[in-house]
């Protein structure tokens, strides 16, 4: 199969470039903005048939989620609009499209991990863009999979990772939110799990997937001092409320996999174990 995988340079679609040497049964098209610009209906079309796509895996977004509440129109285009056309364009080949998505569809208001029938609520625009994108694309393309993650991380880009250790290096006390509730998401781990749906076909719908367990964004911050062997900055736990921000978080954003797992026989594994592979990347580069 020929497969387009846009937003190559963030840290899923790095991830995926990583993972394609091991998959080389299909060709890959990797882009970027300057290689492709989602936002152009006509050169997506072009583009698509030019290279005679089979089949999409959309990394590309809008993810400043605070600045997201200022620039509603440009977030939008890039969550909303850009991914129809490209469900239009592969569409039309009777392609399919993998439109990655995320936890903040939910309000985070729930106690349980959130299945994929459970109403969406989403509480910020960032939220609300990508949950229009998910409609838009389901609407477009009928081989569709959406596949909602959370907290996501990497060797790659700017994270929540990194910035604990950089500011664990930096200061001798840091503050951090203990009042919400999720579950971080290795960008490699979901990346294998995206060629494992590809590799035995998509089936459509939508899907969860994360990493295993259930911790909040203080006891993640514990852990990466903890494995970076950081011990002269105290962590301290903060309330949402301490700690202001323009865009709403969800407070419990836990994500059910069972559908994931079930239909493509798939183990995720646990968000300790994941953490501690991919910091031995990123301690590397530091």
């Not at 349980?112 to 960032?126: A, K, L, N, R």
């Not at 393309?141 to 996501?152: F, S, V």
């Amino acid at each position: 199969m020929k497969i387009l995988v846009t937003g190559c340079k963030g840290q899923l679609g790095n991830e995926m470039q990583l993972l394609e040497e091991k998959n080389p049964q299909h060709l890959y098209f990797n882009t970027d903005v300057e290689d492709l610009d989602i936002t152009d209906e006509v050169a997506i079309e072009r583009y698509v048939d030019e290279h005679e796509i089979d089949g999409i895996v959309n990394c590309a977004a809008y993810t400043a989620v605070d600045k997201a509440e200022e620039n509603p129109s440009i977030c939008r285009m890039l969550n909303a609009t850009a991914p129809g056309f490209l469900a239009a364009a592969v569409e039309r080949r009777g392609g399919w499209m993998i439109q990655i998505s995320t936890d903040y569809v939910f309000d985070g208001t729930g106690h349980q991990p959130y299945v994929e029938t459970d109403p969406t609520c989403p509480d910020s625009i960032y939220g609300t863009t990508k949950l229009e994108g998910e409609q838009t694309v389901m609407a477009t393309c009928h081989r569709t999979m959406i596949i909602r993650t959370a907290w996501l991380y990497s060797a790659f880009g700017n994270n929540f990772v990194k910035t604990m250790i950089r500011l664990g290096k930096e200061r001798q006390e840091l503050g951090v939110i203990f009042d919400q509730v999720g579950t971080p998401t290795y960008a490699r781990d979901l990346a294998v799990a995206i060629f494992a749906i590809i590799n035995q076909g998509v089936v459509p719908g939508i899907y969860h997937f994360s990493n295993e367990g259930v911790i909040s964004w203080y006891d993640f911050a514990k852990a990466i001092h903890r494995i970076a062997g950081i011990t002269d900055c105290e962590v301290r736990p903060l309330h949402t409320v301490d700690y202001p921000t323009p865009a709403r978080r969800p407070h419990y954003s836990v994500l059910d996999k069972t559908k994931i797992k079930e239909t493509y026989g798939i183990s995720i594994p646990y968000w300790e174990e994941s953490l501690a592979d991919c910091m031995k990347d990123i301690t590397r580069e530091l």
